[in-house]
């Protein structure tokens, strides 16, 4: 555990980016051999262009997470600060657990309120779910997502190697759950009871209410099945994108996409809210 601790204390960014790429390359091919969906090169070209919109989003605000992280530690602040007397892996888990608990709030807070959906909006009008869905998030959600973030890990007191441990962990469960191919039902039935899989996250793409304000677990699928917002659908029946009134111009250039969140709901494009 001491020599987990001091990698992730000192691990370097490229090396999230590396796990991101690699598991990125492994489940695309997956995707490329078992589906054979068509566009699915001009779709990722659309969706990585999402990623040059994040890089200055996550460089400017990974100052302000190094500032907390540090600030929390030197003052002893945040509620890890209180429980140090448990071992490392204690440590980790009831992290673990808090972080990720705060992301299934915070997604069910960006279905919730009616300005942040219009953000989140951008990730859910992807009418061709793959890998690729991972990397489409609009810039003001990178935004609102890491100052979140940021706010979790000063109530929480968080230390470093603890929250990097994590992100390993999420980069790879992120894009596994935005894989196109799904898992045989009987081993999905028994990994979803702990964890988020491709079939339980296709759920929350599905179009159609009640079935897009369900499965917002972003690692563990345990608080939806605690807080009632667990789903099933089986893969013939989901429809993936918004029950919303968009034509098909308005989801497939990336200039007009990020314009999504700046659109009135006066405008002749209707946007369905949830309630
Ligand atoms: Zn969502
Ligand atoms: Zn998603």
């Given amino acids: 555990m001491k020599n987990l ?42 969706n990585a262009k999402f990623m040059l919109t994040a890089a200055p989003v996550q460089f400017v605000l990974g100052y302000l997470m190094n500032f907390v992280l540090k600030w929390t530690q030197n003052h002893e602040f945040g509620l890890f600060h209180q429980i140090q007397k448990v071992n490392a892996l204690t440590l980790f888990i009831l992290t673990f657990l808090y972080l990720d608990f705060c992301e299934y709030a915070y997604h069910l807070l960006m279905h919730k309120v009616k300005k942040l959906w219009k953000f989140h909006l951008v990730h859910h009008a992807d009418k061709q779910l793959d890998v690729s869905t991972t990397l489409r998030e609009h810039p ?30 999420q980069i790879f469960s992120n894009v596994l759950a935005h894989t196109e191919v799904r898992l045989p039902e009987k081993v999905d039935s028994w990994l979803s009871y702990l964890f988020v899989t491709p079939n339980f996250h296709h759920v929350h793409h599905h179009y159609l209410q009640p079935y897009t304000d369900t499965n917002y677990g972003d690692v563990l699928s345990i608080w939806d099945r605690i807080f009632g917002t667990f789903a099933q659908l089986p893969k013939e029946a989901v429809v993936f994108g918004v029950d919303t009134h968009f034509d098909e111009c308005n989801l497939n250039t990336f200039s007009k996409l990020l314009t999504i969140p700046l659109i009135s709901d006066k405008s002749s494009v209707k946007i369905n809210m949830k309630g």
């Fill in 5 to 46: 601790i001091n990698y992730f204390n000192s691990a370097p960014d490229f090396h999230r980016v590396l796990l991101l790429s690699f598991s990125f390359f492994l489940f695309w091919n997956i995707e490329y051999f078992y589906e054979h969906a068509k566009n699915k090169v001009s779709h990722l070209w659309l």
């Fill in 140 to 169: 003001g959600e990178t935004t609102i997502r890491l100052l979140f973030t940021t706010l979790w890990v000063f109530l929480g007191g968080v230390s470093l190697w603890a929250l990097i441990f994590r992100q390993f962990i």
